[in-house]
Nanobody, 119 residues
């Protein structure tokens, strides 16, 4: 079993910053890809950022230059530093891990954390 726990999020004013964290625990060999997704009100879930095991990253165009994804492999944790936040960043943010298990690869999701950007 793999457990995924998110932390961070909350209410912030436009232009402010927040940091999200997400940690995986349990029995697995390694984590290939760690990522962050979000789902705004009335919208579909979309990719925000992803970081691969080698450190390569990809970002949605809407967050490039403002958000930074990073990972700590020793802690099986992924972070999302969000700066210069805008009201349109308001959403529930979910982390995702692609995990190498004995004989298979599976992905796991965090429980979601609300980020609200408002004055």
């Amino acid at each position: 079993q793999v457990q995924v726990v998110e932390s961070g999020g909350g209410l912030v004013q436009p232009g402010g910053s927040l940091r999200l964290s997400c940690a995986a625990s349990g029995s697995f060999f390694s984590i290939y890809t760690m990522g962050w997704y979000r789902q705004g009100p009335g919208k579909q879930r979309e990719l925000v950022a992803v970081i691969r095991s080698g450190g390569a990253t990809n970002y949605a165009d809407s967050v490039k230059g403002r958000f930074t994804i990073s990972r700590d492999n020793a802690k099986n944790t992924v972070y999302l530093q969000m700066n210069s936040l805008k009201p349109e960043d308001t959403a529930v943010y979910y982390c995702n891990f692609v995990v190498h298990l004995p004989g298979t690869v599976s992905d796991y999701w965090g429980q979601g954390t609300q980020v609200t950007v408002s004055s």
